[in-house]
């Protein structure tokens, strides 16, 4: 709700050139076209399914499109499949096999308890016990595939050391979900590393989708749903070398599309608040797919959910830290995922806020690990001697820092968090000079957000009209579809669990579906 | 973000009967069918312009419609013209001739600063340059409507004495924004009292477009809207004494029909923030404009947006006391638009509020005015002689709203908010007890919401799809629309304001409209 000035770029498409130009507004990606459904006349080919879009869930949908004896056409803009998923791992549970090699005590019912309480005050009942239940079996299906996950048990989340299998990406530690269900770490991590950990796993999952017979048309831009005269969507038009061709999806079109987050007229519309985050997904996310969807009548659901990524984790000493807003007053547990920390900055601070760290809590500033933020590493704010100092130094009200400071120590002292609940295990008094405030606010900072709203789909991974009746012939799954993560983001690995296994039930579903 | 337990009724639609009872959940009103648009065969009537909804919007766009020439059928879903437009003033500015006549200073550039400034970071830029271009002729409109203004100035927000035409309803002496523009007052008054003031302004306004020729069908319960084969809105099917009629509008069709509070769904979806909140709209609120809109390609905007009461004011002093959260800490400046307070209360701390007063600031607790708020007055949290027994009283964490209140008081005797830049004139230190705490949480007290995200609209109040082309035939104005205030609300006023000026723009566009 603060005022950022006149002059933001929101709106831009309102604006004429000129004060866009005055504004230093960036041109938008000139989004592709997906208003007006087409009925198309004449066939460039004919396919059982068609999946748009070869990230991890549409390859998930194409190769069990495929194992279920389908044809299957794969359409994807890039010109190589170079779709970012972003996590390396997978959020699962329920008692999945390395769970129970690692002596993780796990339920479907305590996953689904988890998840119902982190996601309120709407979680999706119905894709939560889908999740949770299919969770074990769906690991079975990624390591059938050739995904080599670690063998290691690590006991927080941010696993830095080698060969870790499971650790805790989300939220089961914090306050009050250890108190509602059992923790159980969840992050599902493949020991893949380097540099390119995130695509090498989703190259191991397309190329088991080509595997099983996928041959993905690259370049091949969607531009509209193509819709049969009674209502039933049979098929898509697509630009391949500059010529408008025209595919049937006898039974059913999946919809594997990604996020909205770099189409910036979409962002200033559903999620205006994230405006000054930097996109983490792909170009190509320009929420085509929403409002292909869209145009052919269904409903979208939670397009105000998005996820901004406060960066500076790990070391995970930097939990001991406090992360303080403009008036220089806590407003969250710090040892919180760290989706959930950009969350609160962006929607509850208006965007500003800094980590206030002594020095063991600071940690070796090197330390910054994940090699994609090699060079984005934290900011100091200020470093001195006293707290006195970092305020001063942050710019935060005369005695504010100070006297947060002081009450937090007062109970650190005792390992007692009144405020926020912080796992005592990161609680203790800020006491050794020097002291550092780390930058973290939106504008000051790297700090990427994706989207999370999108076309309402059931379980089934239908989608749905405003009425919640399937539009014929059309399925989503991934980021195009509004799932269990909306509308923020407290299990990391759930975009890549989720992708991955309603994309397989989405492709279960289509090539099952009705012949037209 | 706080989690409310597994039973909150949302998503009631995706459980079982039996648990939704457990949940003590009650039943939503059945939405009228709006997913799937009609071909009409044959018309039961036909007119150049249809309105569906004769609240004021409505009721605007009829009058105007019917003074440019053209036929035109107004539908209501009620038995009686009931619908309640909450206000009873308007949000009107950029040199009114009541603002002349009382001296307050105002041009439409300074309207328009302080309204792109005041709904960052995403203002409806086209909306807001017509509404403070056209607010001076549209209070000339209203006055010649018959509609009494009062005829005296109110420094303040909140007048309680008789015969005020003018006063602060917005945030325009809230900090930063009366730095940004000349703070004027823009809330016009009309000089209507008792119980039903809302009502009666209403009624003006639809005994206007009556006299004007209006004939409203009553008890007509619109369906679904009818499209041509060449997908232009051409009529609406309404459930008429049981039977269904089909009406056809050969210009324009415009959707006037409020508000979603009351669809239980679509605020699970869209703002389940909100769902301890008392949908303040009257039962007929349940999106189906929205829905009928949606299921013909029109594209929803900011569905997110919603306005909760803080419903403590008056009396003024008040503004004196600390709104505090869960921590005993504050979060904002107290003499914010109590819009603004409802929506930092629900949206950033979790509904969880208390309002701490000392002996002057309470006031009189029988001072409550506004008499549709009698019996939902004051609730007293705590009073005792200390803030020390104040806070254990609300149960905030030890040491917390003592050192919350001492520090204000620090400052305060300075006349100083170095935290949220409380309006001086409302800054004095807490000392005289006893002291008070009024509850302020959602769950506590009567706190009313209703919801601002719709239909995307034009200036011109045509629909609009995802690719932001007009939806032949079809308009939309009032809350169904997404408009000016939206997603928060901090010019109270500003629907009647919006509702009215809009609902005249698009009775004259329609009935300009090219002829199917």
């Known amino acids: 709700m603060a005022n950022k000035g006149e002059m933001n770029g929101a709106r831009r498409r309102l604006l004429g050139a000129g004060v866009a130009a005055l504004a230093g507004v960036i041109a938008a990606p000139r989004p592709a076209r997906a208003g007006h459904p087409a009925h198309a006349r004449r066939w460039d080919g004919e396919f059982d399914v068609i999946v748009v879009g070869f990230g991890v869930s549409g390859a998930a949908a194409a190769y069990e499109a495929l194992k279920a004896g389908a044809t299957v056409l794969v359409l994807d803009r890039g010109s190589a499949a170079a779709n970012e998923s972003h996590g390396g791992y997978f959020y699962l549970g329920g008692g999945t096999a390395l769970q129970r090699a690692l002596k993780v005590e796990d339920t479907p019912e305590n996953m689904y308890k988890f998840l119902i309480a982190a996601y309120q005050p709407a979680p999706a009942e119905d894709k939560i016990r889908v999740y949770s239940e299919r969770s074990p079996e769906h690991y079975e299906w990624l390591v059938k595939l050739g995904i080599p996950f670690g063998e290691r048990l690590f006991d927080d989340a941010w696993p830095t050391a080698a060969g870790v299998g499971l650790y805790f990406s989300g939220e089961e530690q914090s306050w009050?979900?250890?108190?509602?269900?059992?923790?159980?770490?969840?992050?599902?991590?493949?020991?893949?590393?380097?540099?390119?950990?995130?695509?090498?796993?989703?190259?191991?999952?397309?190329?088991a989708a080509r595997e099983a017979g996928a041959t993905p048309l690259l370049a091949a831009d969607a531009q509209t749903l193509a819709m049969s005269t009674d209502g039933r969507v049979e098929g898509v038009l697509a630009l391949v070398d500059g010529k408008t061709r025209a595919f049937r999806a006898h039974r059913g079109l999946i919809l594997a599309t990604g996020g909205f987050a770099n189409n910036r007229d979409m962002v200033a519309i559903h999620t205006p608040q994230f405006l000054d985050n930097t996109p983490i997904d792909v170009g190509s996310n320009d929420g085509w797919g929403h409002r292909a969807g869209e145009a052919v009548g269904a409903a979208l659901e939670r397009m105000d959910g998005a996820v901004a990524y406060f960066n500076l984790y790990p070391p995970l000493s930097r939990k001991q830290g406090l992360l303080v807003n403009a008036q220089g007053q806590r407003f969250i547990h710090e040892d919180a995922y760290y989706g959930k920390l950009g969350y609160a900055i962006v929607r509850t601070q208006g965007g500003v806020a800094h980590l206030v760290l002594d020095a063991p809590a600071l940690g070796d500033l090197n330390e910054m690990a994940g090699p994609r933020r090699a060079n984005r590493g934290p900011v100091i704010a200020a470093q001195a001697p006293t707290i006195a100092e970092i305020e001063r130094g942050i710019g935060v009200p005369e005695q504010t820092l100070q006297r947060t400071v002081e009450f937090y120590n007062h109970f650190a002292a005792k390992g007692e968090d009144p405020l926020f609940h912080k796992n005592p295990k990161h609680v203790r008094p800020l006491t050794q000079p020097p002291f550092t405030a780390l930058k973290a606010s939106v504008k000051d900072v790297y700090f990427p957000f994706f989207t999370m709203g999108g076309l309402r789909t059931n379980a089934r991974t239908e989608v749905l009209d405003s009425e919640d009746k399937p539009i014929a012939g059309l399925f989503a799954v991934g980021r195009v579809a509004a799932g269990i993560s909306t509308p923020y983001y407290v299990t990391s690995g759930s975009s890549m669990g989720e992708g991955t296994l309603f994309g397989r039930i989405a492709g279960v579903n289509a090539a099952a579906n009705g012949r037209v």
Chains 1, 2 share one sequence.
């Open 176 to 207: 009050p979900y250890r108190e509602i269900a059992v923790p159980a770490q969840r992050g599902h991590m493949p020991s893949l590393t380097g540099l390119v950990a995130g695509k090498r796993l989703q190259q191991l999952l397309l190329d």
